[in-house]
Each structure stands twice: as C-alpha cells, then as structure tokens.
C-alpha cells in the first residue's frame, strides 16, 4: 500500500531554515509527481510546492517562492523541501502528497514551529 512519511519539522527561531524529508513506499515513485502542502490552525490545507517524476519541472506557492525549494531523489525515493528564511506564518503541519489513480494519500504530516 501507498506509504508517505514525512521527517524533519521542529521548533526554530524565525529566519531559519529546515529540511523535511518523505520517504515513499508502495508505489513507483519515480514516476510519480510529488507535492508538499501545509495546514496552518483553523485554515484550509494548501499547497506549497509540487515537482514532476523527473525533477525537471517545480512550481511554488507565490507565499514560498524564493525561500523554499523543492527536490527528490528517485534513487532513495524521497522528497525534499528545503525551507529557508522561516517567518511565524509558515507555522504549520507539512505534509507530502501523492496522487495515483485519481486518489491523493497524504502523509501523517510534521510540525513546524517558527516563533521567537
């Protein structure tokens, strides 16, 4: 079955910078597009950045653009978003995201914290 576990969340100081990781299992990763999303309290779920099977195309919420980047390794079957510049409205759980069939699974989610 579709597993997505994501790593890497914590509490940090705003202007940091953080690394979550999702490490996929149950499906062909590599050829699979992948997408992290965050919800913040008492918000909707949103999309933050997505990346094709390949790596060779990303697209960023204009709220992330220039601060995080988004990227995979096919090899280890894990996706990466490199969070840098952290503000306090980046508080969130995080969560990778795939899409197979015309169905999403979702991780279980990592919080992230930024406050001074």
């Known amino acids: 079955q579709v597993q997505l576990v994501e790593s890497g969340g914590g509490l940090l100081q705003p202007g940091g910078s953080l690394r979550l990781s999702c490490a996929a299992s149950?499906?062909?990763?590599?050829?699979?597009?992948m997408s992290w999303y965050r919800q913040a309290p008492g918000k909707e779920r949103e999309l933050v950045a997505g990346?094709?099977?390949?790596?060779?195309?990303?697209n960023y919420a204009d709220f992330v653009k220039g601060r995080f980047t988004i990227s995979r390794d096919n090899a280890k079957k894990t996706v990466y978003l490199q969070m840098n510049s952290l503000k306090s409205e980046d508080t969130a759980v995080y969560y990778c995201?795939?899409?197979?069939?015309?169905?999403?699974?979702w991780g279980q989610g990592t919080q992230v914290t930024v406050s001074s």
């Open positions: 990346i094709t099977s390949g790596g060779g195309t990303k």
């Open positions: 149950g499906f062909t990763f590599s050829s699979a597009a």
């Open positions: 995201s795939v899409r197979i069939m015309w169905q999403n699974y």
